[in-house]
C-alpha cells in the first residue's frame, strides 16, 4: 500500500519559514519524481516544485528564490525548505509521486501565512 505522509505545516507571520517533509511507503523511492503542489481555497491545485529522481528541480515562478525542495532516498523522504513567506502561499500542500509504475498524492498539510 503506497502511503505519502506530509509533516510540518502550521501557522506562521509573513516573512517566517515552515520545512514540510513527506516520507514515502510503498514504493521505490528512488524511481520516482517527487513534487510539491499546493492548493487554495476556491483555487486550482498548482505545482510548487519537483524534483527528479536524478535530483534535477523545477519552481513555480512564484516561489523562485524562497522555496528549496529536496529528496533523501535513503530515507525515502522529500522536503520543501520555504522562506519569506507570504500571505499569498496560504494553502494546503500536498506531496505527490510520480512514475510510469503510478501517480501518488498525500493527503495534504495546511500552511497558513498571517500578514
Known amino acids: 500500500q503506497v502511503q505519502l505522509a506530509e509533516s510540518g505545516g502550521g501557522f506562521v507571520q509573513a516573512g517566517g519559514s515552515l520545512r514540510l517533509s513527506c516520507a514515502a511507503s510503498?514504493?521505490?523511492?528512488?524511481?520516482?519524481?517527487m513534487g510539491w503542489y499546493r492548493q487554495a481555497p476556491g483555487a486550482q491545485r498548482e505545482l510548487v516544485a519537483h524534483i527528479t529522481p536524478g535530483g534535477n528541480t523545477n519552481y513555480a515562478d512564484s516561489v523562485k528564490g524562497r522555496f528549496t525542495i529536496s529528496r533523501d532516498n535513503a530515507k525515502r523522504t522529500v522536503y520543501l525548505q520555504m522562506n519569506s513567506l507570504k500571505p499569498e502561499d496560504t494553502a494546503v500542500y500536498f506531496c505527490?509521486?510520480?512514475?510510469?509504475?503510478?501517480?501518488?498524492w498525500g493527503q495534504g498539510t495546511q500552511v497558513t501565512v498571517s500578514s
Open positions: 510503498g514504493i521505490i523511492f528512488s524511481f520516482y519524481r
Open positions: 505527490n509521486a510520480l512514475a510510469n509504475l503510478g501517480d501518488y
